[in-house]
């Protein structure tokens, strides 16, 4: 397996976490928040309070910063050194005395860390699996570290057809085009990405309320470091609904909760407990 640095240099993987570092500066109690209602408002209240948690490909960390406030026994891996950092931070920064949170480095593809781990109530791997290059085999990974009566929660890119062919082919010149280049293509993108919505609410008399309103409803995150994501996000893999819930309901799994977008782009949500 080649490392995460030759995998960058190569053009061939996205760095992540250079894009979570910068957000890293806008995090806060307010997006702190948002972060603990979006998973208690999918898990409930109490559902996190001394339960084991697993964030598997913890980015910006701040998920688990929000399960370890809410009482949850936590361990944060990622396989990009730079997100492990910015968890390490955050750490610091808000949860200085966790008592109960390890952050360390890992890959979602390497079974034999992954084992060593153990099982968790709540597996929690937003936005993460369809950036390994092998998206169903980190998948079944993953899902093995479920406990019995645990729950699996992941977010995993939406099969449009064609239109996920030209992201994957928009990524990849991303990522191998000189930094000009880049910043070019990602104007060009967030023209296509938010320029409908902004029109929107500038006619409505609006304009930028759901720009800025993003953090409210989009887990806490930040809307351009979102856009950042989403156009340099490579490795890329997408699969539909029923391919996901087949997959898992052949490894004992049954949904409890699913967000679809339906034709868009973007992450179908899924979260399945293990029977």
Same mark, same amino acid.
């Given at each position: ?12 993987? @996205?760095?992540?976490?250079? =894009?979570?570092?910068?957000? $890293? ?25 001394g339960r084991r948690f697993l ?17 949850? %026994? *936590? ?18 920064? @808000?949860? %200085?005395?966790?008592?109960?949170? %390890? ?5 979602? $593809? ?12 709540? *597996? ?33 890119? =939406? ?8 992201? $994957? ?5 991303? =990522? ?23 029109? %929107? ?45 087949? @997959? ?19 992450? =179908? ?7």
């Amino acid at each position: 397996m080649r490392s995460h640095a030759e995998e960058v240099r190569a053009g061939e993987r @996205f760095p992540f976490g250079e =894009n979570w570092r910068r957000l $890293l500066a806008s995090v806060g109690p307010e997006r702190i928040e948002h972060a603990s209602a979006s998973l208690t408002g999918v898990l409930g209240a109490k559902a996190l309070e001394g339960r084991r948690f697993l964030d598997a490909g913890c980015g910006s960390g701040l998920f688990s910063l929000a399960a370890s406030l809410r009482g949850a %026994r *936590v361990v944060s891996f990622d396989f990009d050194p730079a997100c492990v950092a910015c968890a390490v931070e955050l750490r610091a920064r @808000f949860h %200085r005395d966790a008592p109960d949170w %390890r952050i360390e480095r890992g890959s979602v $593809l390497d079974a034999e860390y992954l084992a060593r781990l153990g099982t968790f109530d709540v *597996v929690y791997s937003w936005g993460v699996l369809h950036h390994t290059g092998r998206m169903w085999d980190a998948i079944d990974l993953v899902a093995a570290r479920v406990a019995p009566g645990g729950r699996l929660w992941i977010a995993l890119y =939406n099969d449009q057809g064609a239109w996920s062919r030209a992201w $994957l082919a928009i990524k990849r010149a991303y =990522n191998r085009a000189p930094r000009p280049l880049r910043d070019l293509l990602l104007g060009a993108c967030f023209v296509r990405l938010w320029g409908p919505t902004l029109l %929107r609410d500038l006619a409505k008399g609006s304009a930028l309320s759901t720009w800025r309103g993003y953090a409210r409803t989009g887990r806490g995150m930040s809307p351009w470091r979102d856009v950042v994501d989403w156009v340099g996000g490579l490795p890329f893999e997408v699969a539909s609904i029923a391919a996901v819930e087949d @997959f898992l309901a052949a490894r004992g799994f049954e949904r409890e909760h699913v967000v679809s977008v339906g034709r868009g782009h973007g992450c =179908n949500e899924f979260v399945l407990r293990r029977r």
